[in-house]
């Protein structure tokens, strides 16, 4: 996403046991992924209906996740099992589970993430009326409220989308009195892994900056003035999406200078306004990188609005993987797109799979993200959410 997505992901997330990565990535399943109809935004992008019959890659874990693991085939003491959290065993099929959504589901990323959760809890055979879900609405205090919600309903596994990276100790609190174990997905919290929360699966923010930044570099030569449209404050998706770019600009991209920084807060008409007022200040910004596709797709709509040919008077890179932006790409009006996967069913299931299970489960998992190109995007885009 939120996107973004990292994610959500640290740079720390880097080695991880090559059991875990085994059995939490082989038998994975592919989801399905929508978005809503874009054309009233005037982005050029696709419809719903072009996107929702596509078939994603399968999600899996990538080759590393985080520190605090052996690289080689025992799991590390820092590994969380059931026995280490004193929780009771409990049969994954017949649970209630609860799944605290952050965001509105207006946003492809929040569409494709919870329905990769009820995709992969109907695989495994779980019973909707077991599957509890709710949308925090973009409210810190409703997610609390909401994770709340469910433990008194009784659920007794938890996946959870967290809004910001702080603030959610009070429903971990809660969910760790009852003795019922969360995953993290998508956005990392500060609390500690294996006593507030169980794990957290995401990307590797900071890797998706790094991997914009040389698209950058590679579609403008390594040459001019960038606008950085940056995501919301408080997350570490944000923070580490920034880093990543920065980093690798200074180290490889010397010559493109970031004339301009404005948050988005990861929303299109947002992302839009934010552009339209730099085009103002800035009328010499030669490249924009968005935190999200859809301040990306913001961004095209004023560059358009301002007489400017998106993709080739400013180049733009963004993150997600929407198939608006891939499909704006396909169009020759974008540059980059790096995915930022929001299939987390399969692997967030597998992980309580795992725990369940007796087995010892890492306190960071790496799902693997993709990347679309100028040169890869028209056969890539039906594996765009």
Request: charged letters at 20%; proline letters at 5%.
């Given at each position: 996403?939120?996107?973004?997505?990292?994610?959500?992901?640290?740079?720390?997330?880097?080695?991880?046991?090559?059991?875990?990565?085994?059995?939490?990535?082989?038998?994975?399943?592919?989801?399905?992924?929508?978005?809503?109809?874009?054309?009233?935004?005037?982005?050029?992008?696709?419809?719903?209906?072009?996107?929702?019959?596509?078939?994603?890659?399968?999600?899996?874990?990538?080759?590393?996740?985080?520190?605090?693991?052996?690289?080689?085939?025992?799991?590390?003491?820092?590994?969380?099992?059931?026995?280490?959290?004193?929780?009771?065993?409990?049969?994954?099929?017949?649970?209630?589970?609860?799944?605290?959504?952050?965001?509105?589901?207006?946003?492809?990323?929040?569409?494709?993430?919870?329905?990769?959760?009820?995709?992969?809890?109907?695989?495994?055979?779980?019973?909707?009326?077991?599957?509890?879900?709710?949308?925090?609405?973009?409210d810190?205090?409703?997610?609390?409220?909401?994770?709340?919600?469910?433990?008194?309903?009784?659920v007794?596994?938890?996946?959870?989308?967290?809004?910001?990276?702080?603030?959610?100790?009070?429903?971990?609190?809660?969910?760790?009195?009852?003795?019922?174990?969360?995953?993290?997905?998508?956005?990392?919290?500060t609390?500690?892994?294996?006593?507030?929360?169980?794990?957290?699966?995401?990307s590797?923010?900071?890797?998706?900056?790094?991997?914009?930044?040389?698209?950058?570099?590679?579609?403008?030569?390594?040459?001019?003035?960038v606008?950085?449209?940056?995501?919301?404050?408080g997350?570490?998706?944000?923070?580490?999406?920034?880093?990543?770019?920065?980093?690798?600009?200074?180290?490889?991209?010397?010559?493109?200078?970031?004339?301009?920084?404005?948050?988005?807060?990861?929303?299109?008409?947002?992302?839009?306004?934010?552009m339209?007022?730099?085009?103002?200040?800035?009328?010499?910004?030669?490249?924009?990188?968005?935190?999200?596709?859809?301040?990306?797709?913001?961004?095209?709509?004023?560059?358009r609005?301002?007489?400017?040919?998106?993709?080739?008077?400013?180049?733009?890179?963004?993150?997600?993987?929407?198939?608006?932006?891939?499909?704006?790409?396909?169009?020759?009006?974008?540059?980059?797109?790096?995915?930022?996967?929001?299939?987390?069913?399969?692997?967030?299931?597998?992980?309580?799979?795992?725990?369940?299970?007796?087995?010892?489960?890492?306190?960071?998992?790496?799902?693997?993200?993709?990347?679309y190109?100028?040169?890869?995007?028209?056969?890539?885009?039906n594996?765009?959410?």
């Open positions: 996403m939120l996107g973004t997505t990292t994610p959500p992901r640290s740079a720390g997330l880097r080695t991880v046991a090559a059991s875990a990565v085994v059995a939490l990535a082989c038998t994975l399943s592919a989801c399905s992924k929508s978005e809503s109809d874009s054309s009233s935004s005037g982005t050029g992008g696709g419809s719903a209906a072009a996107a929702a019959t596509s078939s994603a890659p399968a999600a899996s874990a990538s080759s590393s996740s985080s520190s605090g693991m052996t690289s080689g085939t025992g799991m590390a003491e820092a590994g969380c099992t059931i026995a280490t959290t004193g929780y009771p065993k409990v049969d994954l099929k017949t649970a209630k589970v609860g799944f605290s959504q952050s965001e509105k589901e207006g946003n492809p990323f929040r569409i494709a993430e919870t329905k990769s959760i009820r995709d992969e809890a109907a695989k495994l055979g779980i019973p909707k009326s077991n599957l509890l879900t709710t949308n925090a609405q973009s810190l205090n409703k997610q609390i409220s909401d994770i709340k919600s469910l433990l008194s309903q009784g007794q596994l938890l996946i959870v989308a967290p809004l910001n990276s702080d603030g959610l100790q009070p429903a971990l609190d809660a969910a760790k009195a009852k003795k019922v174990p969360v995953v993290t997905v998508d956005r990392k919290v609390s500690k892994p294996c006593t507030d929360f169980l794990t957290f699966i995401g590797n923010f900071v890797d998706q900056g790094k991997r914009a930044a040389d698209a950058m570099i590679k579609e403008t030569g390594g040459k001019g003035k606008a950085i449209l940056l995501g919301a404050s997350n570490n998706v944000t923070t580490d999406r920034t880093k990543g770019f920065k980093d690798q600009l200074a180290a490889q991209g010397q010559g493109l200078q970031i004339v301009a920084e404005q948050t988005g807060d990861f929303e299109r008409a947002k992302g839009q306004s934010v339209e007022q730099l085009i103002q200040s800035h009328p010499d910004i030669t490249a924009v990188y968005a935190e999200n596709d859809e301040m990306g797709v913001g961004a095209v709509n004023a560059l609005s301002a007489g400017k040919n998106p993709g080739k008077d400013v180049k733009i890179v963004s993150i997600d993987g929407t198939h608006n932006a891939v499909q704006l790409l396909v169009d020759g009006k974008y540059n980059g797109v790096i995915e930022s996967n929001p299939r987390f069913g399969p692997l967030a299931f597998q992980t309580l799979q795992q725990f369940e299970g007796g087995k010892a489960v890492p306190p960071s998992i790496v799902i693997t993200d993709d990347a190109t100028p040169d890869n995007a028209k056969q890539k885009i594996n765009s959410y």
